[in-house]
């Protein structure tokens, strides 16, 4: 059964970094396009960052261009979230998600698996 785990989330402070890990399992997802997602509390899910199948192109959502870095290692099956100069509306539980489309993974009726999410918190 394919499952997408997230981890290295936590409470950091505002300025700080935190890098995400979600590393896969139960089938291979290098041909699959990889994606972030967050969502804070009482606000709907929201794209935050996707990467091709072999690591050559991204694109981010406009709340975290310059700060966020998605990145993939296909021989770990796994996928990064390098996150620099945390803000406080970062704060949300991060998801990894996998689809077939690189261009429409920012859709999530484009995501074919969910990981089970990861806390940030950023304080003040």
């Known amino acids: 059964q394919a499952q997408l785990a997230e981890s290295g989330g936590g409470l950091v402070q505002a300025g700080g970094s935190l890098r995400l890990s979600c590393a896969a399992s139960?089938?291979?997802?290098?041909?699959?396009?990889m994606g972030w997602f967050r969502q804070a509390p009482g606000k709907e899910r929201e794209f935050v960052a996707a990467?091709?199948?072999?690591?050559?192109?991204?694109y981010y959502g406009d709340s975290v261009k310059g700060r966020f870095t998605i990145s993939r290692d296909n021989a770990k099956n796994t996928v990064y979230l390098q996150m620099n100069s945390l803000k406080l509306e970062d704060t949300a539980v991060y998801y990894c998600?996998?689809?077939?489309?690189?261009?429409?993974?920012?859709?999530?009726?484009?995501?074919?698996?969910w990981g089970q999410g990861t806390q940030v918190t950023v304080s003040s």
């Open positions: 998600a996998a689809g077939r489309y690189y261009s429409g993974i920012y859709r999530e009726g484009a995501v074919d698996y």
């Open positions: 139960g089938r291979t997802f290098s041909s699959y396009a």
């Open positions: 990467v091709n199948w072999s690591g050559s192109s991204t």
